[in-house]
Every structure is written in C-alpha cells, then in structure tokens.
C-alpha cells in the first residue's frame, strides 16, 4: 500500500480471503473512508465493481483526488449516504443481489487526526463529531444542552463508563459557567473525576460514548445487518470489523439470529501481531464473517 493512502486497511488479506466467493460481480464497501479495502480488492479482481458508501464526504473528496483510485474509478459507483440506506440505493441503481459486502466500521484515522473534526480529547478542536458534516446534531449540543440524566445514560450505554453518574453530573455543573467548546475542556472536566490509570486516558469512554451517540452508530449498524439477507446472492458473505464490544456483540447477535445467514467463522478473527506491530489501530479488531444460505 502506497503513502497515498491514510487509512492502512485493516485485515485485508483476511477480508479477501474470506469474502470474495466470486472473482466478478458487484461488492459493496460499506465504509470506504480512504478507499483502501476497496481498492486492494478492486487491484486483484479485475472483473468486480464496488459500490462505495460513506456519510463524510471528506472520503468521496478523496475518492476524486486520489490517483490510484482514479485509475479504477469506472468500477466504484460512490454514494454519498449511511449505509443504513443501502437497499433504497441498491433499488436506485437497479441492483438486487450483491456477491459480498464489507464493513470497516468507526471513524478513520484521518478523521481522528482532522482538527476540524472534533474526535480526538487530545485536542483544541470544537466539539462536533459528526461523520456526516451535514447532520445537524453535534457533540457540542449533546453536552452543552442534554439533561445530566440523559448524558448519564449515554455515557452508560456507550460508553460502558461506571463513572458516568459523576461525570454526567459534573459536566452540568461546568457549564452554567460557560458553554464547553472544546474536546480539551471537556476533557479536563472529566479528569477532574476520574483519574487516569494507566495508558488508557480517563476521557476515552465519555469521547467514544458521545460519538457513538451523535451518529446513531449502533441504530445504523443495526439497520444496514437486517438489509443483508435481502440483498446477498446465495453463497454470497458479508464481512464486518468492529472495534468495540458494543458493536461486536450486535454483529453476532445478527449473524445467529437473522434468518437465511449462516455464520462462517465459529472463533471471531483478530490481526496477527505482525499486523499490529505495523498499524497499531488494528489492535481491537475483531472480524466477523456470515454466508447467505438460502
Ligand atoms: C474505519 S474507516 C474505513 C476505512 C476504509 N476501510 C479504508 O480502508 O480506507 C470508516 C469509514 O466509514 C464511514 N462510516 C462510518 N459509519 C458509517 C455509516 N453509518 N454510513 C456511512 N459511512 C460510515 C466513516 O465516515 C469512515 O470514513
């Protein structure tokens, strides 16, 4: 993979591996961030098409600029759109059986690392969080508007922070003083709480919890898994990278419980340590892969 690419795929050669059933045909890359899953596979198959979906369009300003991908650019159709839409995009382009789909699941490290952004505590960056930049609801609402209860609630359930109680409560408390602009300032708030311990850094829960919230990341996984059935050919196999446990347990529950899908690998898959020693963000990556029976 050249230095053209931010994002270094995570678990390509196991991606390829296990998804492709089929050397031709349309695969759909649910979260094409900087293209390099699909480009990988678009390289050796030379006969398949990706359809490319990603909410930022910071990726589909990528997907133009980016000399490799524009050299494979008749075989990506891009759309602009949360994969939880997939089927009515699918209908659009006349498209009902696919032959694998792909899902990278998070934010980029380009997104990480963008100050505009507002995914990263260790940063002076306005608090948005938004993967899709035209969605109105930012981090900044959440924590300068929400109730203590509710805030609580989503540090809870997102962010499985046994501290969210003080936390949820201390934030209040911080902002009849001033508004909290910043991913520093809300850091700080928290670590006036919770200490740290460790590497791990105190606000990593509250920071994870509240992007989680904003772009309803749970809801939209959910929606684009009930979608697999209905548009996987048979013997076709969706595979899916989670990061956390949160979503990891979605995609298990789905893959038994969703009817026509058989799951493939019985032990999740992770990175070897070779692969960690050389991009460190695959660390909590876990790989599910499930078939389309009938
Ligand atoms: C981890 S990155 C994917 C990186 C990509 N596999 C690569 O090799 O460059 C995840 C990407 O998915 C996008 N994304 C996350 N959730 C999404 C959703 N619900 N709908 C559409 N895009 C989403 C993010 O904007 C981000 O660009």
């Given amino acids: 993979m050249d230095n053209n690419f931010y994002h270094q795929p995570v678990m390509v050669k196991e991606i390829d591996q296990y998804l492709i059933t089929k050397d031709s045909g349309y ?167 919770k200490y740290a311990k460790g590497k791990i850094n105190p606000a990593t829960k509250v920071f994870q919890a509240l992007r989680i919230f904003v772009n309803d990341e749970l809801g939209s996984l959910q929606d684009m898994l009930n979608s697999i059935p209905d548009i996987l050919d048979i013997g076709a196999r969706a595979a899916i990278l989670t990061y956390h446990s949160l979503e990891d347990r979605i995609v298990k529950h789905s893959f038994k419980e969703l009817n026509g899908l058989k799951t493939v690998n019985k032990k999740v898959i992770v990175s070897t340590d070779e692969e960690i020693k050389i991009n460190p963000r695959s660390r909590s990556a876990k790989l599910r892969i499930a078939e389309k029976t009938l």
């Fill in 27 to 193: 695969y759909v890359d649910c979260t094409f961030g900087g293209g390099g899953h699909s480009l990988y596979l678009l390289n050796k198959y030379k006969d398949i098409k990706i359809i490319a979906f990603d909410q930022d369009s910071d990726s589909l300003q990528r997907f133009n600029e980016n000399s490799q991908l524009q050299k494979v650019k008749d075989r990506i159709v891009f759309c602009h759109d949360n994969f939880r839409n997939i089927k009515a995009n699918l209908y659009k382009l006349n498209i009902s059986k696919i032959n694998g789909l792909l899902a990278d699941l998070g934010v980029s490290s380009k997104q990480l690392d963008d100050k505009s952004r507002g995914f990263s505590f260790n940063s002076d960056d306005f608090l948005d969080m938004r993967m899709n930049k035209e969605q109105k609801l930012t981090a900044y609402d959440a924590v300068n508007t929400f109730s203590k209860e509710k805030l609580e609630d989503i540090f809870f359930k997102y962010g499985e922070e046994s501290f969210s109680k003080q936390i949820a409560a201390k934030i209040v408390e911080e902002r009849v003083k001033g508004n909290i602009k910043t991913c520093n300032q809300l850091k700080d708030i928290i670590c006036k709480v």
